[in-house]
């Protein structure tokens, strides 16, 4: 299973996460939204650059908790709530948003 | 609303060789999605797990160490680490990576979450709790 993106073939898990961290662009990125039915805007961009920052320095994919918590304090409670975040993410921010972002499957996630 | 309950988990293993140390970093990242009283203690060689510039290019395997410092953000606030197996390892508090949290009841403030304890202060951790869990 692969996503095709100027003319690259990037593979992919059986839920769409992509299997090489280090194959991922922003075309990528843009190219699994429209699988998601995701539509990016600038609020979406925040989200997955925050957690493509959070998994450089951590290596980990935060949990949805400390992801909320911790956009609410980098750009303030009106985006950084649950509400909001799941407008952006329906399928839920931690997991789509990682998705998105190029990032594994975020620990605790089943 | 169940009760809060003190968790352990203790970590005696080095870092890699065995999966040991990322498993047990990843139960207490899970568990502390339930909002227990957690703590981490390191001893023997799991003190190896904290130390700094950890470098795992030459075997192969994701380098985890900097995952430690997420720790704070997951509410999880107090490392102890066992002054003897330090000193028997040749080791100091000046070799451990600095971790820290915010404390959200003292302004954003930047505490130390690692904690440098004897064994017999380490012992009394122990009898504490109510969960321990060994790694």
């Given at each position: 299973m692969a996503y095709q993106v100027n003319g690259q073939t990037v593979e992919h898990d059986e839920e769409g996460?992509?299997?090489t961290l280090s194959d991922w662009s922003r075309d990528l990125a843009e190219e699994i939204a429209k699988t998601e039915n995701v539509n990016m805007t600038d609020e979406h961009w925040a989200v997955v650059d925050f957690l493509r920052e959070y998994y450089?320095?951590?290596?980990i994919a935060p949990a949805v908790r400390?992801?909320?918590k911790a956009i609410a304090k980098q750009m303030g409670p009106e985006i950084g709530n649950n509400k909001y975040m799941y407008e952006l993410f329906p399928?839920?921010?931690a997991k789509q948003a990682c998705k998105i972002a190029g990032l594994p499957k975020p620990t605790g996630c089943v | 609303m169940s009760?809060?309950?003190k968790f352990?988990?203790?970590?005696?293993k080095a870092p890699y060789g065995t999966i040991y140390a990322l498993e047990s970093l990843e139960v207490v990242l899970i568990g502390a999605a339930f909002e227990q009283d957690v703590s981490l203690a390191f001893l023997d060689d799991g003190v190896f797990q904290l130390t700094r510039g950890q470098d795992t290019a030459g075997i192969g395997i994701k380098n985890f160490s900097n995952t430690f410092r997420a720790l704070g953000d997951y509410d999880v606030t107090k490392l102890f680490v066992e002054r003897e197996s330090l000193d028997e390892r040749g080791l100091t508090e000046a070799d451990l990576q600095a971790i820290t949290y915010e404390d959200e009841n003292d302004d954003w403030a930047e505490k130390p979450s690692i904690r440098v304890v004897s064994r017999a202060e380490m012992a009394d951790i122990m009898a504490s709790q109510d969960v321990v869990l060994s790694f």
């Open positions: 996460y992509i299997t450089d320095e951590y290596q400390v992801l909320i399928y839920g921010p | 009760e809060t309950k352990l988990y203790v970590n005696r």
